[in-house]
């Protein structure tokens, strides 16, 4: 799964070994979960 800190902004990729939830680039503890563009679905009105 593919997370970022929210501090610095690098990518970190937490696996199933990976004990602690923290950046290892700063430390930082905040991490949030990189998601796919939203796209807005536009339906006709009769």
Do not use: F, S, W
């Amino acid at each position: 799964m593919d997370y970022y800190c929210l501090r610095c902004k690098k990518i970190v990729e937490l696996t199933t070994n990976y004990q602690g939830i923290r950046c290892p680039y700063c430390g930082y503890r905040a991490l949030k979960k990189e998601r796919p563009e939203v796209v807005v679905k536009k339906v006709k009105a009769e």
